[in-house]
């Protein structure tokens, strides 16, 4: 009995030195108390190194089209919502395009064309090699000379500068109140990946690439030794639901917590179900461009293009989910000129116009689409066809569309412009301005390049904004450059457990959804 | 029942959780007021500083459709100060024209959103900054060089307002058109509160610990001592006396455990006393026993002697006895004896002296007797143990006293006609002393006429003590003798004699037996 009390005794003043212990801990070592209660936590497999991954089970995400490949310049939707997952910029923006530091801590302008930065230390690769100023020099190098770049328009005039272990500076060909927001796309990459065609995806970002079964998913899981906050997600699961029907199927299934690209005609039966629906401004513009060397290079024929397509009917045909626009960029986008006037549906005047030009002769125009938009094609064609035109449809792959339009075989070209930046910015540089990689019409007009110039140069907001206002009155107003059609909105469906809150630009982070 | 140290426990507990809570309940309203009117100072200085180019942004960007960039400068606005939950924008009329939380980033569209409210409504087309608190209780703000005033709508009246009330919006006008209105959130301030209380609560529980300790230390203390003492009152009640409590506390108790410990020493040495008294009784009792029963149940009668005999035996019965014995029809021997030391040994020695005297007076005469009787008792007693002894012969029939002394006291003899009493000293040695007292002691012959009276004592008569000083005597003794003598029988004479003593003694303690044989010569 002896031996049980002293037993007792014993566990007893043990059990009163741990809680007494840990109580003085907590109140007068706090610092030392929470490192104590990491490494316990640690130790009996709570968690990971570093702060606690919250969730053991797998998000799962649903995207439209399965990507070929995952290539960190790529600007297509599907690939970049990869390549976000586990790659990073320097900077990045936030849901609605702040700037924020990522791999770079700091940044300045130490003259109007450079900017020195701070790169961020200990931040390690997938491959567990540390980031280092030549990673980011490779980085740059292939958005601006990888052949599949889409990026190249972005990062032209760029050149960047060792200033030591960890600084470097980027220069730009003129004054850049943009540069921020470009390089926010450059994903960097490991310098030996610079010039490779394939290879295995190793970024800086929070998750790491598992696996991947064609047509279906990629899998990823949480990189434990990643610099920032740890996701609240172990794993993460993108699937990929191309019909419309099948996504759906998967969100009332509950095979996956957020998808984008959610059907119209799916909202009510979703939210019925109890799934949350956001919907968002995708900050792309739908529109024809005109192909200036073609047969509407008659400003008649333009006008009569413009006036037979009905707004309306592009936001009857998506179900609402569109709304008509006047120009050539979103609202909300900078650049976006209230005071531009809806423009104008007359079909009876559009025949007229025709008519004028060509008699009673049905006017051949070519007009080249992408594959998969089938639907505002047919209503193209009716609509063309009814004024006089004698339209021919031409659905292409987006190598065939490329190569189309740097022919300038098609007289119109359907095309649509995403402003990943809320910005004109790019736009003008890219798809008007006279050298933009993207001017498929091969639109020329002096003044507004002039005018594009001086807002890419101009680092007054204020001032800024006037520039694009003005230049995107003048492109409308001209009606030389093509006709804006829509603009579309994007449909998110999640469950209603999950804080996620759609981006501004589109894509969804797995590392923001909690 | 609960232990001491349960109770002791309790009540610290107790009492530190009480001290600790009150204290903690205090400092937690303190700061949570201080919090809230730092909130206050906080978002009114926000709403000063920022309404202006929250409208400037408004037309720059929500009016031209920029909403994407509209709400992340509300959001960045909002980054810098927890607090302000909502930022809505209200035109002079009061329609709503942006609300941070319900429009975020999209235009609303639907029917306008009026404000008629009174309160709001004017607030909205004050010039003067406002604040509603969570009572809707509105007031105005001046701000000037001494701080913030609070004021009525006209700008004069102050009015009573406290800034560590809970407020719900703070309202603002940017200019003719707009104001701007910034709703309050505490939920930080909770938090931080949250994170008070819980450390408060850590901070009682670590009291709680503390106090445990505490009270288990020092119950431990006294508990430990007190069973100390609880288990020595057992062990010392089951009569092991010896048992100490070794209590080093420096306080109340190890007085109380040196208490204990003289107090088992006390009850140890009275036990033991008692014991030993007890014996000491038992033995004394056995002595006097033995000696009631040795002494002579009736004296002599004889025609010529008056006999009178008797012993006040003291507390711690002494060796002393006598005899009487009728050896023949006229001669009568007799003794006094008094044996060395007390008690039972005494008793034994005088039983057995008894014996042999008895034998050897019958056999011999009283010469012979003597030495014979001392080498008995020099063979059979301790080395330490004597006997005095005054044998006398009377031969009734020639009307002769012989004497034989073996070192006792002298006798008294009184001589009726001189009228003076004379010391007859026998000489002698003390039976036991040698192996043969054959050369020491002799029989002498006493002259003992008609009238005369003879007196043998033990030395309690001499000796008898009335302080630690003085004693009767054997002049007081002779005096006394000569006093009494001449009373008309032996028995008068010694109860006088035994009378006269214990009156000079009073109530001091008699150490000796007190022995006396008075004989009157008749005829």
């Known amino acids: 009995m002896d031996v049980l009390a002293s037993i007792k005794k014993i566990l007893l003043a043990s059990a009163y030195s741990v809680a007494l212990g840990v109580v003085v801990a907590f109140l007068f070592f706090p610092k030392e108390f929470d490192a104590g209660k990491e490494f ?17 089970r797998e998000l799962r995400i649903g995207l439209v089209s399965f990507p070929e490949v995952i290539e960190p310049t790529s600007l297509d939707v599907s690939v970049r919502s990869l390549a976000l997952q586990m790659y990073e910029p320097l900077v990045r923006t936030n849901a609605y395009f702040g700037i924020q530091p990522s791999l770079a801590i700091s940044w300045g302008r130490v003259s109007p064309t450079i900017w020195k930065f701070e790169l961020r230390p200990n931040v390690m690769f997938h491959d567990n090699s540390p980031l280092t100023i030549d990673d980011v020099i490779g980085s740059f190098q292939r958005a601006a ?53 394939t290879f295995a995806p190793v970024g800086t970002g929070p998750y790491t690439f598992l696996a991947l079964k064609q047509q279906s998913h990629f899998s990823f899981q949480a990189f434990a030794s990643y610099w920032g906050n740890k996701p609240a997600f172990k794993k993460l699961k993108i699937s990929f639901y191309p019909r419309r029907d099948d996504r759906e199927k998967a969100l009332l299934n509950r095979d996956v917590d957020v998808v984008s690209g959610v059907p119209p005609e799916s909202i009510a039966k979703l939210q019925g179900d109890g799934l949350r629906i956001d919907v968002r401004s995708s900050l792309e513009v739908n529109y024809l461009v005109f192909n200036q060397g073609g047969v509407l290079k008659d400003a008649g024929l333009r006008q009569a293009v413009s006036l037979v397509l009905d707004s309306k009917t592009f936001v009857d045909l998506a179900l609402g989910y569109a709304d008509a626009s006047s120009q050539y960029v979103s609202s909300g986008v900078l650049g976006f000129n209230t005071t531009i006037p809806a423009r104008v549906f007359d079909a009876k005047r559009a025949a007229k116009l025709v008519k004028t030009v060509s008699g009673f002769d049905l006017i051949p125009l070519s007009v080249s689409f992408v594959k998969g938009q089938e639907v505002i094609g047919n209503y193209l064609q009716t609509q063309l066809q009814s004024i006089g035109f004698d339209p021919v449809m031409v659905y292409r792959t987006l190598d065939e569309f490329r190569e189309n339009y740097e022919k300038g075989e098609s007289d119109l070209y359907f095309f649509g412009w995403k402003s990943d930046l809320g910005s004109a910015a790019d736009f003008y540089a890219q798809a008007v301005h006279a050298k933009g990689t993207y001017n498929l019409g091969k639109f020329s007009d002096a003044s507004i390049d002039a005018l594009i110039d001086l807002g890419l140069r101009e680092f007054d907001l204020k001032k800024r904004q006037e520039i694009y206002q003005q230049i995107m009155k003048k492109l409308v107003e001209s009606g030389a450059y093509g006709v804006p059609l829509f603009e579309s909105k994007v449909i998110y ?7 996620f809150i759609p981006r501004a630009d589109g894509f969804i982070l797995a590392h923001d959804i909690r | 029942m609960f232990s001491l140290r349960q109770k002791l426990i309790v ?6 959780v009480l001290i600790l809570g009150t204290a903690a309940l205090l400092f937690v309203r303190e700061k949570e007021q201080g919090l809230v009117e730092d909130t206050f100072y906080s978002v009114s200085t926000f709403a000063d500083i920022r309404t202006s180019s929250i409208v400037e942004q408004y037309q720059q960007f929500w009016l031209q459709k920029n909403y994407t960039n509209f709400y992340q400068r509300i959001q960045e606005a909002q980054a810098t100060l927890d607090a302000v939950r909502s930022i809505r924008l209200y035109s002079y009329s009061g329609e709503l024209l942006y609300d941070s939380e319900v429009d975020r980033d999209k235009p609303y569209a639907g029917a306008p959103r009026i404000e008629r409210g009174a309160p709001l409504l004017s607030q909205i087309q004050s010039k003067l900054p406002s604040i509603q608190n969570k009572g809707e209780k509105v007031v105005y703000m001046k701000r000037d060089s001494r701080g913030i005033s609070f004021v009525d709508k006209g700008g004069t009246t102050p009015v009573a307002f406290d800034a560590k009330d809970r407020l719900k919006f703070v309202a603002n006008a940017a200019d003719n058109q707009y104001s701007v209105v910034y709703g309050i959130t505490y939920d930080s301030l909770g938090s931080r509160i949250a994170d008070i209380r819980n450390r408060m609560i850590v901070l009682a529980l670590f009291g709680i610990l503390l106090g445990i300790g505490f009270a288990w230390f020092f119950a431990s203390r006294i508990s430990g001592s007190i069973n100390q003492l609880v ?13 100490r409590t070794d209590i080093h506390t420096g306080d109340e108790l190890e007085v109380l455990g040196s208490a204990f410990n003289a107090m088992a020493e006390e009850v140890d040495k009275r036990t033991k006393n008692m014991v030993y008294q007890e014996r000491v009784t038992k033995e004394l009792e056995l002595a006097a026993k033995i000696q009631t029963e040795i002494l002579p149940r009736k004296l002599p009668s004889l025609a010529s002697l008056d006999i009178s005999a008797g012993i006040i035996p003291a507390e711690e019965v002494g060796g002393d006895a006598y005899d009487f014995l009728e050896v023949e ?4 021997v007799f003794y006094l004896g008094d044996v060395t030391g007390h008690g039972v040994p005494a008793g034994i020695m005088v039983s057995v002296a008894n014996a042999i005297l008895y034998y050897l007076s019958h056999k011999m005469p009283i010469l012979q007797a003597m030495i014979e009787a001392n080498g008995v008792v020099k063979a059979k007693s301790a080395n330490n143990m004597f006997m005095t002894l005054a044998m006398l012969q009377w031969d009734d029939a020639a009307k002769k006293l012989t004497y034989v002394n073996a070192g006792h006291e002298p006798l008294l003899v009184y001589s009726a006609a001189k009228k003076l009493v004379d010391e007859v000293h026998g000489g002698g040695m003390a039976l036991g002393m040698i192996p043969d007292n054959s050369k020491v002691i002799k029989e002498m012959s006493v002259g003992f006429e008609v009238g005369d009276c003879l007196v043998i004592y033990s030395d309690g008569l001499p000796e008898c003590w009335k302080d630690e000083k003085e004693n009767f005597g054997m002049g007081r003794l002779k005096k006394a003798v000569a006093d009494y003598a001449s009373l008309p029988s032996a028995l008068s004479i010694r109860n006088a004699i035994l009378s006269e003593i214990k009156q000079f003694a009073g109530t001091y303690k008699q150490m000796d037996d007190m022995t006396i044989v008075v004989i009157k010569r008749k005829v």
């Not at chain 1, 469906?493 to 804080?499: N, R, W």
């Not at chain 2, 288990?231 to 048992?243: E, L, M, V, W």
């Open chain 1, 493 to 499: 469906a999640s469950l209603p457990q999950l804080l």
């Open chain 2, 329 to 332: 029809k006229t001669r009568l």
């Open chain 1, 40 to 56: 316990a936590s640690q130790f009996l497999g709570l968690s990971d190194a570093g702060d606690a991954v919250l969730e053991e």
């Open chain 2, 231 to 243: 288990s020595g009152a057992a062990i010392i009640a089951k009569g092991d006396f010896t048992y």
């Open chain 2, 11 to 16: 009540a610290i507990t107790l009492l530190i």
């Open chain 1, 145 to 197: 000379a990888f052949k599949n770049s889409d990026l190249k328009a972005t990062v032209k005039g760029m050149s960047i500068e060792p200033k030591g272990k960890m600084s470097f500076e980027i220069r730009t060909e003129y004054p850049d109140p943009q540069l921020l927001e470009k390089i926010s796309t450059v994903l960097i990459l490991p310098q030996q990946h610079e010039k490779k065609t």
